[in-house]
Each structure stands twice: as structure tokens, then as C-alpha cells.
């Protein structure tokens, strides 16, 4: 059994950061990648965030230079910076975890940015 839970959204003003957070536990094996994907109210899920097995990141380009994704292997746990935030980017925030025997998601942090 594979639980994975997201932590760290809230409420905070335009041009403000906060730190989200992403721990995977139970039965993990063989991570292929950790991620964060968002989707706002009437809008489908994307990818904001990516972290590959070898290290590599992979940024959508609406975060590029805002936000910064970590990955600590040891309590298998990632991490969102996000800085400079954007009213636009209001949303439930998703960590997703790719390892061999699947795809696991969590259930969502909201962050709300106000203008």
C-alpha cells in the first residue's frame, strides 16, 4: 500500500511564497519521478513541477524562475518553493508519484493567492 499526502498550502497575498510539501510512504520501490500538478476551478489538471530518479527537474513554463522543486530520497519526501506568487496561480495542488508498479496520487493541498 502506497499512501502519498501533501501538505503546506493556505491562503497568502499576490507576490508572497509558500512551501509545499510531499511525502510518499509505505510499500516504495523503484521511484521514477515525483511531481506536483495543479488544477484551478473549471480548468483541467497540469503539471507545474517535476523531479526525475536521476535528479533532472522539469518545469511548466507559466512557473519557470518562480518555483523550485526538491526531492529529499531519504524520508522520500518533495518539496515546491513557490515565490513570486500569482493570483492565477490559485488551485489544488496534486503530488503525484511514478514508481514501477504505478501511478499515485495525493489528495490536494489548496493554495489560494489573493490579488
Known amino acids: 500500500q502506497v499512501q502519498v499526502v501533501e501538505s503546506g498550502g493556505g491562503l497568502v497575498q499576490a507576490g508572497g511564497s509558500l512551501r509545499l510539501s510531499c511525502a510518499a510512504s509505505g510499500s516504495i520501490f523503484s521511484i521514477n519521478a515525483m511531481g506536483w500538478y495543479r488544477q484551478a476551478p473549471g480548468k483541467q489538471r497540469e503539471s507545474v513541477a517535476i523531479?526525475?530518479?536521476?535528479?533532472?527537474?522539469n518545469y511548466a513554463d507559466f512557473v519557470k524562475g518562480r518555483f523550485t522543486i526538491s526531492r529529499d530520497n531519504a524520508t522520500n519526501t518533495v518539496y515546491l518553493q513557490m515565490n513570486s506568487l500569482k493570483p492565477e496561480d490559485t488551485g489544488v495542488y496534486y503530488c503525484?508519484?511514478?514508481?514501477?508498479?504505478?501511478?499515485?496520487w495525493g489528495w490536494g493541498t489548496q493554495v489560494t493567492v489573493s490579488s
Open positions: 523531479v526525475f530518479s536521476g535528479g533532472s527537474t
Open positions: 503525484r508519484l511514478t514508481m514501477r508498479s504505478g501511478v499515485y
